[in-house]
């Protein structure tokens, strides 16, 4: 069965620490992977797509197939990163599956 | 450019009465649409998602049900709600334009007392 698990429901790391926010998926074939973020009184929007290998916001995630993870990274954190993070499984053509998110939180 | 509206963004209902939450995209045409629920510990829970006008896929058993009765329109429903309905609702949508990223609406919280 496709899965995404997000093991820790709260984080929380002090300005300048490094983060890593935990995601581990159950997919059968190839998987197409995402992040997404949701700040305080906004709505919940993409961060980053496995498949772009990107940086944003000085985030980055790497696909490990032989883990089947798909970790949230950042050297550094800001305060600005406090927000509840998803990860996300694209399942067949049309489905979305999401994990259940970490919060993370960034103290000064 | 694309735009997802839903609405009403709060609504506190009584046990038992009826549920209806709208959902829009403009600026797309033939979107794939989706509810989610984000319940407490529970994170994003599928509920329903759409490839065309009157297609519908249920992910899981409950009191509730979704209709597509045009193109860019997407309607959550319920005859009669019970308390563990409150959540809040989110509206989505895919398209070519999307780049293989689904895009949320702002959501619509439900309270049922």
């Known amino acids: 069965a496709q899965r995404v698990t997000q093991p820790e429901k709260l984080l929380s790391v002090f300005k300048g620490a490094p983060v890593e926010l935990k995601c581990n998926y159950s997919y059968s074939g190839s998987p197409e992977l995402f992040w997404y973020v949701q700040y305080s009184r906004q709505r919940l929007q993409l961060l980053l797509r496995?498949?772009s290998r990107e940086s944003i916001k000085g985030f980055t995630a790497d696909l490990n197939k032989g883990e089947t993870s798909f970790h949230l990274k950042k050297p550094f954190a800001q305060e600005e990163d406090s927000a509840m993070y998803y990860c996300?499984?694209?399942?067949?053509?049309?489905?979305?599956?999401f994990g259940t998110g970490t919060r993370l939180k960034v103290l000064a | 450019s694309q735009t997802i509206h839903q609405w009403p963004a709060t609504l506190v209902q009584p046990v038992g009465s009826p549920l209806s939450l709208e959902c829009t995209v403009e600026g797309t045409s033939n979107p794939n649409l989706y509810w989610y629920r984000q319940a407490a510990g529970r994170g994003l829970q599928l509920l329903f998602y759409s490839v065309g006008i009157g297609q519908i896929s249920s992910e899981v058993p409950q009191n509730l049900s979704a209709s597509r009765p045009q193109d860019r329109q997407f309607i959550l429903s319920s005859k009669k709600l019970l308390l563990s309905d409150s959540g809040f609702y989110l509206c989505?949508?895919?398209?070519?334009?999307?780049?293989?990223?689904?895009?949320f609406g702002e959501g619509s919280w439900l309270t049922v007392v």
């Open positions: 996300a499984l694209k399942s067949g053509t049309y489905k979305y599956i």
């Open positions: 989505a949508w895919w398209g070519r334009v999307s780049g293989n990223t689904i895009y």
């Open positions: 496995h498949i």
